[in-house]
């Protein structure tokens, strides 16, 4: 079992920064895949940013140039650094730790982000 704490919602004005944070717990495995999603009402969850425990990075098309995402393999944490903040960016964020070996996905309860125009 996997267990995942995030922090670092909240509400901030379009065009400003915020960083979220995400510490996993439990039976890490050294090959794992971090990530971020996120879910606005009415809309599925999309991935924003991917990191692979060797350092490669995915984002999503509406995030790239804006968020980036890193971790830090000793303390098992994973961040994402939002900037340019925009309306659409408004969604609960869900961190994800996904075990590379048995492809499971564990998800962490999420943080609120709201972005005011």
């Known amino acids: 079992q996997v267990q995942l704490v995030e922090s ?4 901030v004005q379009a065009g400003g920064s915020l960083r979220l944070s995400c510490a996993a717990s439990g039976s890490i495995r050294s090959i794992n895949v971090m990530a971020w999603h996120r879910q606005a009402p009415g809309n599925q969850r999309e991935l924003v940013a991917r990191i692979y425990s060797g350092g490669s990075t995915n984002y999503g098309d509406s995030v790239k140039g804006r968020f980036t995402i890193s971790r830090d393999n000793a303390k098992n ?9 925009k ?23 999420g943080t609120q982000v709201t972005v005011a125009s």
């Open 87 to 109: 309306p659409d960016d408004t969604a609960v964020y869900y961190c994800s730790y996904m075990d590379y070996i048995t492809m499971r996905t564990y998800w962490g309860q």
């Open 77 to 85: 944490t994973v961040d994402l650094q939002m900037n340019s903040l």
């Open 8 to 11: 670092g919602g909240g509400l």
